[in-house]
C-alpha cells in the first residue's frame, strides 16, 4: 500500500520518473509493469496474464474472469478473445493494450463468492454460453483437464452456481470422481 511507503503524490512522482526512463511500463493510471527484454526481438509485447496478475496485486478484491475469456481460460474456445472482462467490486476500469481491451466491471456478490477457484471460472463461462449451448461435450472436455482438487472445490460451490448449472456440474464432479 502507497501511504506505507510514502505520500501518495511522492510516490506518483517516483513512479513517472522511472517510466520517463523506461525501467518500468505505464499500462494504465496507478498500474505499472517491468519490460520484459529479449536479447534477439527486444521488448517483448505486455501479457493479458501479467496484466491480470498485476491488477490482483494492486487491487485489494477478488477478480473472476468472465465471458469469452472464462470460456477461453478453460479450453472452450480457441483463441483469446480481444475484450476481456474481469468482475469485482471495484469501479469500471478500462485498460486498452495493443491488441486487447480489459474492462475490470463491478459485479454482484455472489459472482464473486468462489473467485480464485475452477468453480467461479466456470459458472462465468457457461453463463456466456447460455443454458442451451452447454452439453456432454462439454463436460468431458473439462474432465479431461480436471483435477481431484478442483472436484472438491466444485461440489463446495454447488450452491453458488444457478439451477440449470447444478445438474452439470454433478455430472463434472461424479464423472471426475469415476475417472
Not at 525501467?23 to 526481438?41: A, K, M
Not at 483437464?145 to 440449470?164: G, K, N, Q, V, Y
Request: hydrophobic content about 45%.
Amino acid at each position: 500500500r502507497s501511504h506505507d511507503v510514502a505520500q501518495r503524490n511522492t510516490l506518483d512522482q517516483a513512479l513517472t520518473r522511472l517510466a520517463k526512463k523506461q525501467f518500468i511500463r505505464r499500462i494504465c493510471h496507478g498500474l505499472y509493469l517491468y519490460p520484459q527484454i529479449q536479447p534477439l526481438i527486444g521488448e517483448v509485447p505486455t501479457t493479458i496474464g501479467a496484466v491480470v496478475t498485476a491488477l490482483n496485486a494492486s487491487e485489494p478484491v477478488p477478480l473472476v474472469p468472465s465471458g469469452a475469456y472464462a470460456c477461453y481460460l478453460l479450453g472452450m474456445i480457441p483463441e483469446m478473445p480481444d475484450h476481456i472482462v474481469l468482475l469485482s467490486h471495484a469501479t469500471t476500469r478500462e485498460i486498452v493494450l495493443p491488441h486487447t481491451r480489459i474492462t475490470v466491471r463491478p459485479s454482484a456478490p455472489r459472482y464473486l463468492a468462489s473467485a480464485g477457484r475452477l468453480s467461479a471460472i466456470l459458472i462465468q463461462a457457461w453463463r456466456h454460453l447460455g443454458a442451451a449451448h452447454v452439453d456432454a461435450a462439454h463436460v468431458h472436455a473439462l474432465r479431461q483437464r480436471m483435477r481431484a482438487a478442483s472436484r472438491h472445490t466444485l461440489r463446495d460451490d454447488l450452491p453458488l452456481a444457478p439451477a440449470w448449472m447444478r445438474p452439470w456440474m454433478q455430472l463434472l464432479i461424479n464423472q471426475a470422481s469415476d475417472a
